[in-house]
């Protein structure tokens, strides 16, 4: 039985506690800005050739708190050894549109595959769009599941494109869809195209209170068996915990330099930022990849989330986040399970990683107005970070532009080599948490940071009035979409204008400093030389692919036996204390 609709669990703050979060906030946001502003220097060296401002000092200590509470975070998981009760309802919801086929398999055929009684979960397909070409999506959704309890349906409209006033005439078509994904433990439905939310919309609203919880998933995603498992667990743990997301990995790694740089990012964000924030029963953001949320929750924020609005226009994207942000807004608890576990495509090629760049720095602007009026009702953590996060690229462009036109060749090196040294840290960190010294290479995302995505999330703010759609084309049919670079030109357009004019201004007046300039110019290139040797020569070792038979040592009900075995070409890593997959494709052998 699901339980009935509910409010939130903790009380509503008094009026002093809300205003005393946001003074606090207030007094934060002023001091980082006058601390940035003022320039003051904590230290410096003797020759005045290094130094440490407020400013830095500050975000220096913000990276080692976050460090240290996402590793107090892990450790909780990694001795945490609850047991599953497998009495919860689960529906596990696929968005699709347009998929590479050699994807949506995967997905689906993880989806079939799920460590979890057949009788207590059940599988729903939505694809966003109803034509012949969109046919082969339901194709190989009855192929994957053919011996299973499972319908199928093509929806003329979807809920929001019914013929009569307002859409509320009674459509047969939604009669079938409801009674169908109720009713069967299968499900595919294609409807007229409306995109991702509306999908979305169908597969939660076709459900209504017939489970307990409602799994998210993308069709590019390829599921660990037991992701769902681990996922519930951590909603059963707790009445406070409204949704819990997963540790999503690439899919993908070995395409291309971005790719296997956009993995290691991945990693460090799920495992210290979002693991922080888990600490603190905040996460910002449940991925759509793999996340969990409470249905009776859901369903009670599910008209206000799919009308959502944006300065006078209907939202479009940003789902995920903005799901999220409702169930915060409720008062309860958003976490994250290090040990559920999936992998996701990302895109391999410039252009379409700009285009998801700039969709998810949209959203992430967006959601973050909306995420503040919710600040009272969570940990102090929650308003902090917001805080940080949100100046932070402002206040590194404006660094960068500062330094490039001053003139000092020197002042603008020392602050790329700050960069690089905080990048390594980091990796340094993240290679300690891991276990594994491919983290080492994440310090080269800072070059891709400085040089592609802080001027796309600039761009993603000045262009959020007028953005809509998906975001990202479909993967069947790939378009060229060229807008993403004009940030990025006009971007580096400033970066030389401010290189020439200092170099011009140190020929014109002296070289100052040449040797400690060639000296930390050859420690830079140094830096980026050797990891990308180790890149070339080591990471495609680290891509393989290996047979390996997993053993779920927790009985499963309603299994055959008290072991489940799969097998597949996945890569074993140890992790937490249990065997998981790196799941690399063979992206050289798609059918």
């Not at 290479?441 to 759609?469: D, E, R, V």
Request: with cysteine; charged share 15%.
């Amino acid at each position: 039985m699901v339980r009935p609709l509910c409010g939130p669990i903790r009380p509503s703050p008094s009026l002093p506690s809300c205003f005393l979060t946001y003074l606090l906030s207030s007094l934060l946001l002023i001091s980082v800005l006058a601390s940035y502003i003022s320039g003051f220097q904590l230290l410096q060296d003797p020759l005045k050739l290094a130094s440490l401002g407020l400013y830095g000092a500050f975000l220096s200590l913000h990276f080692l708190a976050q460090g240290c509470f996402a590793y107090l975070e892990l450790r909780r998981h990694r001795g945490s050894d609850r047991p599953c009760s497998f009495t919860k309802m689960v529906a596990l919801t696929i968005s699709a549109y347009q998929e590479d086929p050699f994807y949506l398999r995967q997905c689906l055929q993880s989806a079939r595959d799920v460590a979890y009684p057949s009788h207590l979960f059940s599988v729903v397909m939505v694809v966003d769009g109803n034509n012949p070409e969109d046919q082969y999506m339901m194709e190989m959704f009855r192929e994957v599941f053919c011996e299973e309890d499972m319908g199928t349906y093509v929806w003329e409209h979807n809920y929001h494109s019914q013929p009569g006033e307002g859409g509320r005439s009674c459509d047969p078509g939604q009669q079938e869809v409801e009674a169908l994904i109720q009713s069967k433990r299968c499900v595919c439905v294609m409807q007229r195209w409306g995109g991702k939310r509306e999908v979305m919309y169908t597969a939660f609203r076709a459900l209504g209170a017939s489970v307990d919880y409602i799994q998210v998933c993308d069709s590019d995603t390829r599921l660990h068996p037991m992701a769902m498992v681990e996922l519930v667990k951590v909603l059963e743990s707790d009445e406070r915990y409204g949704a819990v997301g997963g540790d999503v990995r690439i899919l993908n790694a070995s395409d291309s330099y971005i790719s296997f740089m956009s993995s290691l990012r991945y990693w460090m964000a799920f495992n210290i930022e979002r693991a922080c924030q888990s600490y603190f029963d905040c996460v910002s953001c449940i991925s759509g990849p793999l996340g969990m949320y409470r249905n009776d929750l859901l369903q009670q924020f599910l008209e206000l989330w799919y009308h959502q609005t944006f300065l006078g226009n209907k939202c479009t994207f940003g789902d995920d986040r903005h799901l999220t942000n409702r169930v915060l807004s409720l008062g309860y608890a958003t976490k994250y399970a290090p040990r559920s576990v999936c992998h996701s495509e990302t895109p391999a090629f410039l252009l379409r990683w700009l285009s998801q760049q700039t969709r998810w720095s949209r959203s992430y602007f967006r959601e973050w107005l909306f995420m503040v009026l919710w600040w009272f009702r969570h940990s102090p953590w929650m308003a902090y970070e917001s805080i940080i996060s949100g100046l932070f690229p402002f206040l590194v462009a404006s660094t960068m532009v500062h330094t490039l036109y001053s003139g000092s060749l020197w002042g603008s090196l020392w602050v790329l080599i700050c960069i690089q040294l905080g990048g390594l840290l980091k990796a340094l960190y993240a290679t300690f948490l891991r276990r594994n010294p491919i983290m080492l290479l994440a310090s080269l995302y800072s070059g891709l940071y400085m040089a592609a995505l802080l001027p796309t999330k600039i761009f993603a703010l000045l262009s959020l009035p007028w953005a809509g759609g998906w975001g990202t084309s479909g993967r069947r049919h790939l378009r060229a979409n060229y807008l993403p670079l004009l940030p990025l030109l006009v971007w580096w357009g400033v970066l030389l204008g401010g290189v020439s004019f200092t170099v011009y201004k140190e020929a014109v007046g002296g070289w100052q400093k040449p040797k400690v300039i060639a000296f930390g110019l050859s420690a830079c290139l140094a830096h980026w030389g050797i990891l990308l040797i180790f890149y070339f020569t080591k990471v495609r070792h680290v891509c393989r692919c290996h047979h390996q038979i997993y053993r779920l040592d927790q009985k499963i009900p309603g299994t055959a036996s008290d072991q489940v075995e799969l097998t597949g070409r996945y890569r074993s890593t140890t992790e937490f204390g249990i065997t998981l997959e790196a799941l690399q494709s063979n992206s050289g052998h798609r059918n």
